[in-house]
């Protein structure tokens, strides 16, 4: 999220302002911000998260990309 937003971990974000809830269908996962990553976010314009999360026994990964509005 934060490599997302180009800002990396600055000023008063904090890893807890990131959640990964359980998402709508069985097995999704969906993205909830807070506080000063959530503050950054609307700063940019953004509209939606997309969330693609992978794991193995030895590794995870997650894609996510920025939806931002006409003009940001």
Do not use: N
């Not at 999220?1 to 904090?14: I, N």
């Not at 969906?30 to 509209?47: P, T």
């Not at 939606?48 to 509005?69: K, M, N, P």
Request: net charge neutral; hydrophobic share 50%; glycine share 14%.
């Amino acid at each position: 999220m934060l490599k997302a937003l180009g800002t990396g971990l600055v000023g008063l974000m904090s890893w807890k302002d990131i959640q990964v809830v359980p998402g709508e269908t069985p097995g999704a996962a969906r993205m909830v911000l807070g506080g000063a990553v959530a503050a950054e976010a609307d700063r940019q314009g953004v509209q939606r998260v997309h969330l693609a999360l992978t794991t193995t026994r030895e590794l995870a990964a997650a894609v996510v990309i920025l939806e931002c509005g006409a003009g940001s």
